[in-house]
């Protein structure tokens, strides 16, 4: 019998470098530990970390970041290439991990992940999958909880820890299972495609792009755009302030469209009182500011596919050629999403099939696919 499934998670609860240390030396013994994190992210650019949970198959430390000084002995078991290191739905414990430690944790494996290979539905729970496995229920009474608060309670650490102390043997069970379909390299890729896309920095000139609707303005009103996410973005960022917190999206492109010259036209065009009074003559000093190039310097019109006269008729094909040709055993959704579609066409119509920007359907174990599906769509 699996110890985890008879027995209640018992803990250590770590709050000094030696103990850190201590926990890190055993865990780095090793073959595989299991990881996760408490953050809270209310207001703020980056997560804020409020407990860092590490189970090794012997121990649960529960890592306190508020009291411990020197993380090194953690950045070497996150970097050891000998210990892989599992997680659930880890995109933004990913985040974590790198803005705090500016490590990723490699080599690792996420059970979500795992499970879209499993024939489990797309974005499967923890709890979900606890339960198939082990015929479990776990209490998911303390998701909703102020991670920054101290002392934490009883209540919260058992929580904590029970993520972990679930999540190693579910690993294991889970590995087995995969072991018996042909989808383990997949699955093994697909976990390095979330850290290689976590690992690419946000970048200030391109933020511009997403902002909403930012495909319906000039090339000159772009101009304006892109200086005004450019300036938002890294006000974010060192402000550390969620970007709507600093200005929100759409006030930037009614910024933009309407070329104000006073504040007040700022304020009866929908601002925020807020925005205006703290970023509004930073934001006219914008405006003016994007007058003073020249047309050769304006970014170009962005082209939306869906406005393409070829996109609907093209999606349904691939959509309907991607059914037809997914294995028995594997949604067509996880060989590809609608996004991933819509990249491929992309990068035919727009790239001209860029060599230097595959597609993630043109990479690794989806290339067979992807290539059948630019081939209904080069016939289209």
Not at 284 to 304: G, N
Request: net charge neutral; charged share 25%.
């Amino acid at each position: 019998m699996i110890k985890e499934i008879q027995n209640k998670p018992q803990f250590v609860l770590i709050t000094d470098n030696q103990g850190l240390a201590q926990a890190c030396e055993q865990a780095q013994q090793k073959t595989v530990v299991a990881l996760d994190t408490e953050f809270v992210r209310v207001r703020s650019y980056y997560p804020k970390l409020g407990l860092i949970q590490l189970y090794d198959g012997e121990q649960v430390s529960l890592i306190d970041p508020t009291e411990i000084s020197d993380f090194s002995p953690f950045i070497t078991l996150l970097a050891n290439q000998n210990v892989i290191k599992a997680l659930h739905a880890c995109y933004e414990d990913l985040e974590v991990f790198l803005h705090y430690f500016k490590q990723l944790p490699q080599p690792m494996w996420d059970t979500q992940v795992m499970a879209n290979f499993l024939n489990f539905p797309n974005s499967t729970g923890l709890a979900t999958l606890i339960n198939h496995y082990f015929a479990l229920e776990i209490d998911k009474g303390a998701s909703r909880t102020d991670w920054l608060a101290r002392p934490l309670s009883a209540k919260q650490l058992e929580y904590a820890a029970a993520d972990v102390w679930y999540l190693l043997p579910l690993y294991h069970k889970m590995a087995q299972a995969l072991a018996q379909t042909p989808w383990q390299s997949a699955v093994q890729f697909d976990c390095e495609l979330l850290l290689e896309k976590q690992s690419k920095t946000k970048s200030a000139e391109q933020a511009y792009y997403t902002i909403p609707n930012a495909a319906k303005l000039s090339s000159e009103e772009l101009m304006c755009l892109k200086l005004l996410a450019k300036w938002r973005q890294e006000e974010a960022v060192k402000r550390d302030l969620a970007l709507n917190f600093v200005v929100r999206g759409e006030n930037l492109w009614l910024v933009a469209k309407n070329n104000p010259k006073h504040t007040s036209e700022l304020l009866t065009m929908g601002l925020n009182p807020h925005e205006v009074r703290i970023h509004g003559k930073k934001m006219l000093q914008l405006v003016e500011q994007a007058k003073r190039f020249d047309e050769s310097e304006y970014p170009a019109p962005i082209v939306r596919l869906s406005d393409d006269p070829r996109y609907k008729k093209a999606l349904k094909a691939i959509q309907q050629k991607l059914r037809e040709i997914a294995p028995e055993n594997l949604a067509p959704e996880v060989i590809a999403s609608k996004r991933s579609l819509e990249s491929l066409m992309t990068w035919l119509w727009l790239k001209q099939k860029n060599p230097e920007k595959l597609p993630d359907l043109m990479r690794n174990w989806r290339e067979p696919f992807g290539s059948a599906l630019l081939a209904v769509l080069e016939a289209e």
